[in-house]
């Protein structure tokens, strides 16, 4: 086993039960393990540490991201393979009790639009849009940068200041059609949740907590939507 890898289980077994996570990066031509801060306030999840990662460009080449399963196998999930293709590089999983390793890497791997994981900023609510989109009409939208944590987000929802720029245009309530982009305010000030219209009273969205679904569009959710957006290669 590599030094590195001997390193990165020593931090593994240190954070559990949290996943630990860090990076390997290159410095003088060899591998290095490079420990970072877990920002995910949940213990099975991680939110890589921006700075820690910003150091690590400084220090070296960062070549791979590494991330421990405590209490399961080094097997990737769904979620992991999304967000190692978001990522552009390849992943080194451990469970650093049984010292088994696994990972992934880019490979053109897209989650399914039903039942996927929700991992912030890589398989999110806007994740899910941007990917029925395109694979229903072919629009390919932006995907704008989210911040590190969700609970800023939420504190001030980018949709207001981004549906525009995205293609959109607003339509009456009452005019209601497939395929129209619902904007709505969830436990928030702002609309902080985007949901499809996929006709027959249905929606389809991805909220904390829980994987991608299609829900029916009326109480709460319909009590609580601020906008319903058409992308403009629908409008006549």
Sequence with gaps: MAKWQDDAIEHALAEAPREACGLVVIVKGRKRYWPCK???????????????????????????????????????????RAACEHSGLPWHIVNPGTKEWDGCEPCGYKAPLLGREFVWGVQ?????????YGECWFLELPDWPRPTLQADFDADPMFERCWKAAGFVEVDHDDIQFGDALLISMNSSGLNHCAIYVGQQLMLHHIPGRLSSRDVYGGYYQKNTGRVLRHSSRCQ
């Design 124 to 132: 999110d609510c806007w994740s899910l849009a941007r990917s029925w």
């Design 38 to 80: 877990n920002l995910a306030e949940n213990n099975d999840f991680f939110v890589l540490s921006p700075e820690d990662f910003a150091a690590a460009e400084d220090a070296g080449e960062v070549a791979a991201i590494f991330h421990s399963h405590p209490k399961a196998s080094p097997t990737p999930s769904d979620a992991d």
